[in-house]
């Protein structure tokens, strides 16, 4: 995870400084460069606006220098840029230039009158990207990740690369990592099933039985007081149940820890 993008102001309750922090101090730790984006729209064709166009990207990179400014950085490689056009549409073609390990995000507040844990554009990021993505709670701070709770239904892994983010945070922290199976009523016979790489890094391990992954996750997360959560972006994984809407409700899942959302598996 070398290369690791935070996006700026994807909605109006993001607390981009702490996210900022964060992804500094995980950056340090993991020996990364960070690219600070926040995406600006040109104007429509005219022979005067050149020069706007020019202002719009200016403002950009200030509001990202002036965000830097306020934190500590402690060394780490800062890139900033502004991106233009649609952040959704931007990422592939700055992946292809920059080689995207990690893309940092924050969670929506916590105010009681917001009901969302991830906003349209963070939900659809999470939803239709393929780089793996770490969701950061309103206003988490730093801390060394330990412990790592992995909730799965299948054990079946047929990307590589996959698990190369988390084996990379299970080496840097030298943490331990429990994996939780949830078996549902539509969990297939090969599902019990595990791809060697995956059983290599596997501390312990816990099955149970509920109706949806979801579900699994929300009754033995305070059970193993986890420093990150760890689930697979599958067609029938954690996020099956929000396939046609992009945004994430607290009622249906909230976090006060870290949720990494690792490339889909199938």
């Not at 992946?95 to 969302?116: Q, T, V, W």
């Not at 393929?130 to 239904?153: D, G, R, W």
């Amino acid at each position: 995870m070398k290369n690791i993008l935070v996006p700026l102001e994807l909605s109006e309750n993001s607390v981009d400084t702490m996210r900022l922090q964060y992804s500094i101090d995980f950056a340090k730790e993991i020996g990364g460069i960070i690219y600070v984006v926040k995406p600006f729209n040109e104007l429509g064709r005219s022979g005067s606006l050149p020069s706007a166009n020019q202002s719009l990207k200016d403002i950009s990179i200030n509001t990202i220098k002036e965000k830097l400014n306020s934190i500590d950085t402690k060394g780490v490689k800062i890139i900033a840029l502004p991106l233009k056009g649609d952040l959704l549409e931007s990422i592939p073609e700055f992946n292809l230039k920059h080689s995207i390990d990690l893309i940092i995000l924050g969670a929506e507040n916590s105010d009681i009158k917001n009901p969302y844990f991830l906003g349209e554009i963070s939900g659809c990021l999470v939803k239709k990207t393929m780089i793996p993505i770490l969701v950061i709670p309103e206003n988490y701070s730093f801390k060394s990740i330990n412990k790592v709770l992995m909730a799965v239904k299948s054990g079946v892994i047929k990307k590589k690369k996959t698990l190369g983010p988390i084996k990379e945070i299970l080496d840097t922290f030298n943490a331990e990592m429990k994996l939780l199976q949830v078996k549902t009523p539509d969990s297939l016979p090969e599902d019990v099933e595990f791809h060697k790489e995956l059983a290599e890094i596997i501390t312990s391990y816990k099955s149970s039985e509920n109706g949806t992954l979801f579900q699994g996750v929300l009754e033995h997360l305070n059970e193993n007081y986890p420093d990150l959560l760890c689930v697979f972006r599958r067609k029938r994984g954690f996020f099956a149940k929000l396939w046609e809407e992009n945004t994430v409700l607290k009622k249906d899942f909230d976090s006060r820890i870290p949720l990494l959302v690792l490339r889909g598996a199938d």
